[in-house]
């Protein structure tokens, strides 16, 4: 008997994770679909063999879906993962949990109260699954690069999500390097600034790039730059400077074309060929830890709630001038789930 699986949302990551889940994951199958568009949703039934339900609450409700992926728009997440909550199925819900970091608190809230050994909620802060990530983690954990100072990062998206605006750019795109600069440097965020190019011909709501400094609780500074329609080709990096020396991320293996008297390499399209062993990493490390009822060491709701707090703050820099502002951290009613290592990871 392997996991059946229902996916809500079948657009570009929705259906990215129906093809890893159909061709890559072990012990798990898609057992149900949904989507609002009607005709994804007969597709995608058809094409992975699955019931197509007519709503995200059919699905959730559905006796054959042991476990949910949540890939529908950010603003449908919170109600979605509060209905997984309450029907008491593991779900895997793509960044961000919410929006807001008080519809975080509520769903983390939620889960906490429930007082279970093993929480029911993971997000897909994919990037802890991405080998490159991982080694720097290592190296910086190995101490060899001494007391760590700066943390550098790019993210570069050749598109812009659909209803994109300068906050989400933030609470969407941002909230990933949010994520992993915590999580690489071991420390929180204490506080965040916002910045951005101001050209004379640029729209008044649109801030693209962004530049956000991030200062955790040791001390380290990291600046991360956020690109929306960056059309040169989609582009991640990262490098963390410490008092001995510095680690900096490989850049994926790509072609090399010599031609027209230039030399040149192609970029990606977008983000799924650079991380797509990073999501069947994910992917297969969640569908494994629901099969032997063990603590996954995929990102939990406390996880995306720290990451979401910290938005909030860059988000109220964004809104005053730029000025460094201190991350709130609410008190927290339950105490966190205990979580795996990540070296557990296949
Ligand atoms: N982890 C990552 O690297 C990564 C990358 C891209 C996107 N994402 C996240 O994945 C999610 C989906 O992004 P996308 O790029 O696939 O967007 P998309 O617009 O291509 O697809 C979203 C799909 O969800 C459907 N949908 C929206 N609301 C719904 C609802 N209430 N019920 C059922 N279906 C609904 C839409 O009809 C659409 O088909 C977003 O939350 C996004 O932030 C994560």
Redesign the pocket.
Known sequence: MTLGIGI???????ADHAETLASCISGAHIAAV????SE?RAGAAERHRARGQA??DDLIADPTVDAVII????S??AA?VEQCIRQGKPVLC???LAPSAEECLRLRDMEADLGLERPLVSV???RRFHEPYRQLRETLRSGDLGRLVLLHEVHRNVRA??GTSASSIVT?SAI?EIDITAWLLDSPIVEASWHAPRLPDSPSDWHAPQLIHLRTAAGTLASVEVSVDYRAGYYVHCEVVGENGSARMAQPPAAHLTSNLKESTRLAPD?RPV?ADAYRRELQEWTDSIAADRSTTLASADDALDAALVAEAVLASMNNEGVPTPVRRPELANTRATKGTNSDVK
């Open positions: 809500i949302g079948l657009g570009v990551m929705g949904t989507d609002l568009d994804r709503t995200a890939a529908s728009h950010d449908a997440h979605q793509e960044k961000p897909g802060f994919m999500y659909p969407n990933h983000w991380f």
